[in-house]
């Protein structure tokens, strides 16, 4: 990490879920969900409570009611932790390491929802976090999963729930593949 910058921020660990995932959760089909980088827990215990089967991941040891939790570093060069699952919703949040965008969108089934929202470019006048290495390029979620059919893409400063420059998509995989 330079200048102490972390892809796990405060921030990923609010209690509350974040208002784009309440937005778009309701598209995903009630089944298995994947809280990715899940923190907290915030969004996982968010989408058990809406009746999903959820898996958390993390690298830090959660309890979290409801949910299947696996702990794993995501970034140390380990395989992928969920080998040839798929899940009909993927929740990615303030959370960035893009060599996971393939297998992110490798474990979306057919229908499945991708809801990921993380910080961008602009974002260091407000604080961490500012390194580059963890900050997305101006439509970099849009064309990292643009073999997705894009529901709803927001890119630029949000006030909620403090400053800061975000970027936000939601996609579904075709049902046919």
Known sequence: MVNGDSPHLEAHDIAAPSAWVVRWAPLMTRGRVLDLACGGGRHAR???????EVTAVDREPQSLPGARFIRADLEDGSPWPLPGELFEG??????????????????????????????????????????????????????????????????????????????????????NG
């Open 90 to 175: 993927i929740v990615v949040a303030n959370y960035l390491h893009r060599p996971l965008f393939a297998p992110i969108a490798a474990a979306l089934a057919p229908g499945g929802v991708l809801i990921y929202e993380t910080f961008m470019l602009g974002n260091e006048r407000f604080g961490r976090p500012s390194n580059p290495a963890f900050l997305l390029a101006p439509g970099e979620l849009w064309t990292a999963f643009g073999g997705l059919h894009l529901i709803a893409f927001e890119q630029g400063l949000s006030l909620q729930p403090k400053p800061a420059v975000m970027q936000r998509l939601c996609a579904r995989r075709a049902r």
């Open 46 to 52: 968010f989408l058990a409570g809406l009746g999903h």
